[in-house]
């Protein structure tokens, strides 16, 4: 069930005016992202491209996608057109192939670089020595005329699945650490889902994911 109008505003509040909401709408059927649609959501998250394109071709054309799941390089010409966040670049074959194939489309697509800060070897991204040589070949290529097609906008990361606060808000601080060395004129920090978003906010985040509080549980 998708949160009601009251609920959703609310939430807007408490998030406050400098956090943008993006809405995991992953496995939710369309008409529940059109019901938040309409009361003004417009940023909408989705981890399999699949999914993704039968939802946008479905939805209104004014839908902000953001796809926040793991990007494999074959599929970036898919969202390639359309996509207006990439937020799990973790590598630079991964920043290349978005590059090349916006391009191709006509575009500048805006991406975020994941790093892990989690304990969960799992989780995707870079770690810090990763990052450092990343970004340094970005602003490299970038000061010749290359990328021409992407732009690194700021960091995403995900918290250890944990119930102890002080452990998610060290590696949330961590990665605000990272942003403002990177990016000290300011980016986006895409940082906290439904159980951590509050600490991610008091740490610095000025974007969250989340998707339970505002959809419901997933089935």
Do not use: C
């Not at 799990?88 to 920043?95: A, E, K, N, T």
């Not at 990763?130 to 970004?135: A, G, I, N, S, V």
């Not at 895409?190 to 994911?209: F, L, Q």
Request: glycine share 12%.
């Amino acid at each position: 069930m998708t949160i009601t109008f009251n609920a959703y505003k609310a939430f807007l509040d408490r998030l406050g005016a400098g956090v943008q909401l993006v809405a995991v709408s992953k496995t939710k059927p369309a008409a529940d992202i059109l019901a938040l649609y309409n009361m003004g959501q417009r940023d909408f998250g989705e981890n399999y491209v699949q999914e993704l394109l039968e939802k946008q071709r479905e939805l209104p054309g004014d839908i902000r996608w953001h796809f926040i799941g793991h990007l494999q390089t074959n599929k970036v010409k898919l969202v390639a057109p359309f996509v207006h966040l990439i937020h799990g670049v973790d590598s630079l074959r991964l920043l290349k192939e978005i590059d090349r194939q916006a391009i191709l489309k006509g575009r500048v697509v805006n991406v975020l670089l994941q790093v892990h800060i989690g304990r969960e070897e799992t989780k995707f991204g870079l770690d810090g020595g990763e990052l450092d040589t990343l970004m340094q070949v970005w602003r490299d290529g970038v000061a010749r005329g290359e990328f021409a097609g992407v732009q690194v906008r700021g960091l995403m990361g995900m918290a250890s699945n944990t119930a102890d606060k002080a452990v998610v808000r060290e590696e949330f601080r961590g990665l605000k650490l990272m942003l403002d060395r990177y990016f000290p004129a300011g980016g986006i920090l895409s940082m906290g889902m439904s159980a951590d978003y509050v600490t991610a906010i008091e740490e610095g985040s000025n974007m969250v994911r989340i998707g339970s509080l505002l959809f419901g549980m997933r089935g």
